[in-house]
């Protein structure tokens, strides 16, 4: 395996932007070069240890959502080749780890889809028996199904900033009605679709998050990265039983250990035990495998 890739450096394109997880170079006025690191971040916090080939998993995990949905909602990619677009010393650094995509405007919020009561949703049903302000039925449990998925949108804070839940009527407030409910709609289909094909997968996926934009004639479009190990809770359908939080094929085995060392969740995060580090990458390719196998 190659060494991880904490930072890219693409000297023949314009850095534009380094976010948690991804550096974001202009290739021209319509197109963007995504290249995906192998930087982790936990509550917020980009760790200073990167996960060996993580980078490689979440695109070709990607790419696959982004073909197997492609006919609900249009998405970023332009079938561009990254190796293409750069340098050719600077060819392996974005070889399957990178996306040529088009440029869209983002939309200013997280498209938050839960399926199942856990992390900050349990949490709040504990206090008040809703998630997000949305009301739900007395008795249930952690990690039960929830009786329709709901759509929870939340802030986009940057790099270091917590992401803040917010209401349907303030995701109004910010992308109006008509693009608030079509955001919601698409959401909610994209998660049923997958669902239902992680299910045959032996992969319940409790929950995830999408991010969309727009073109110049306000067309929407999914970007960013689609039911990634990142962006998604996923758990083996054979470990699930409700009334605990399952074992699962995503970050959530970071933050367990995180919350385990005394860490108090600010910047700058500890520096994870190779072993640690190294099970996160099993169960990244884990979930990868799953997905993709035939």
């Given amino acids: 395996m190659t060494p991880p890739m904490f930072n890219s450096s693409i000297n023949s394109l314009k850095l534009l932007n380094r976010g948690k997880v991804r550096d974001i170079y202009e290739v021209d006025a319509d197109h963007l070069l995504i290249v995906t690191t192998d930087r982790l971040s936990a509550f917020d916090v980009v760790l200073p240890t990167p996960i060996p080939g993580k980078g490689a998993v979440l695109t070709a995990v990607s790419n696959f959502w982004f073909d197997r949905l492609k006919h609900f909602i249009p998405n970023q990619l332009t079938g561009i080749a990254p190796e293409s677009v750069v340098a050719p010393d600077e060819r392996d650094q974005v070889a399957g780890r990178a996306l040529v995509v088009k440029k869209l405007k983002p939309l200013p919020i997280e498209a938050i889809v839960r399926g199942y009561l856990v992390g900050s949703g349990w949490k709040e049903y504990k206090a008040n028996s809703s998630v997000c302000g949305i009301p739900l039925p007395e008795g249930l449990r952690e990690a039960d199904k929830l009786p329709e998925p709901l759509f929870t949108p939340s802030t986009k804070a940057a790099a270091g ?31 049923k679709e997958a669902a239902a094909y992680a299910a045959t997968k032996g992969i319940i996926i409790a929950d995830t998050k999408f ?84």
């Avoid at 992401?163 to 992308?175: C, F, V």
């Avoid at 919601?184 to 289909?189: E, K, S, V």
């Avoid at 809770?233 to 919350?259: H, I, M, T």
């Fill in 161 to 191: 900033a917590h992401d803040e839940n917010i209401s349907y009527e303030q995701a109004e407030g910010l992308l109006g009605r008509e693009l608030a409910a079509q955001v919601r709609d698409a959401c909610i289909a994209l998660y």
């Fill in 211 to 294: 991010e969309f934009g727009q073109d110049a004639q306000g067309k929407l479009y999914l970007i960013d990265e689609a039911l990634t190990p990142d962006s998604s809770r996923f758990w083996p359908a054979d470990q699930y039983r409700p009334g605990a939080n399952p074992p699962s094929f995503d970050k959530q085995y970071v933050r367990d250990w995180l919350e385990g060392s005394g860490w108090n969740k600010k910047s700058p995060g500890p520096e994870l035990p190779p072993e640690v580090a190294a099970r996160t990458g099993e169960k990244y390719r884990e979930a990868l495998k799953r997905l993709t196998e035939a």
